[in-house]
């Protein structure tokens, strides 16, 4: 058996351990989620283990927790059709994603990805290391759905739904709540553009 097959097998026997002590079970009714959460995809960030509300959280993940389109209508939906009124952008240190940006040698496989952290690094006067590059590519993303011109923006605009930015430090495990959104300046060097051929 391959190990990609092991590890198919312990994931279906976890899974019924956690049907049988009542850890996952059958929700038949909608519940309104405590809030919405923009989450990379890195394993060692589980945003409903972080915050403690397993089961809780209407969570979307992609690496580097970029506010993409399908991001943001995920998000809206959250906000629109679940009523959900508290939004996260939750980064961690160590983050891949914002590290391969950095380095300006990434794939253009990755340019999906990539793509949105390289605009914010290019206006960024802050980004000298990984720790703070990833804290300053939350705030842009706080930046990002504060500024949709969607349902979404509307109603963090409004005052209908309230958003927040932290960084999980998978160092200490410590929660870094993050300042509102910094203004970055365009007269920073640009960083270097991926090529996407």
């Known amino acids: 058996m391959s190990e990609a097959a092991d590890t198919w097998q312990d994931m279906m026997r976890r ?3 956690c049907i049988d002590d009542g850890r996952v079970g059958i929700a038949p009714d909608p519940k309104r989620p405590a809030a919405a959460v923009l989450a990379c995809s890195d394993a060692r960030v589980p945003p409903s283990l972080i915050f403690g509300h397993e089961g809780e959280l209407f969570v979307v993940r992609l690496a580097g927790n970029s506010a ?3 991001a943001i209508a995920s998000l809206t939906y959250a906000v629109e059709q679940l009523r959900t009124d508290l939004v996260v952008v939750l980064g961690h240190t160590g983050c891949g994603a914002v590290q391969a940006a950095l380095s300006g040698h990434a794939p253009a496989t990755l340019a ?3 793509t949105p952290i390289d605009e914010m690094l290019a206006s960024c006067d802050v980004c000298d290391d990984l720790d703070a590059a990833v804290a300053a590519n939350v705030r842009r993303n706080v930046q990002r759905l504060r500024r949709d011109r969607g349902p979404l923006g509307q109603a963090i605009t409004s005052g209908h739904v309230d958003i927040r930015g932290a960084v999980h430090d998978l160092r200490t495990g410590e929660l870094i709540e993050l300042d509102p959104p ?3 300046t365009t007269h920073h060097t640009p960083h270097p553009t991926r090529s996407t051929s």
Do not use: D, F, R, Y
């Open 112 to 114: 999906p990805i990539l």
């Open 182 to 184: 910094v203004h970055t």
């Open 15 to 17: 899974h019924a351990e």
């Open 68 to 70: 993409t389109p399908g």
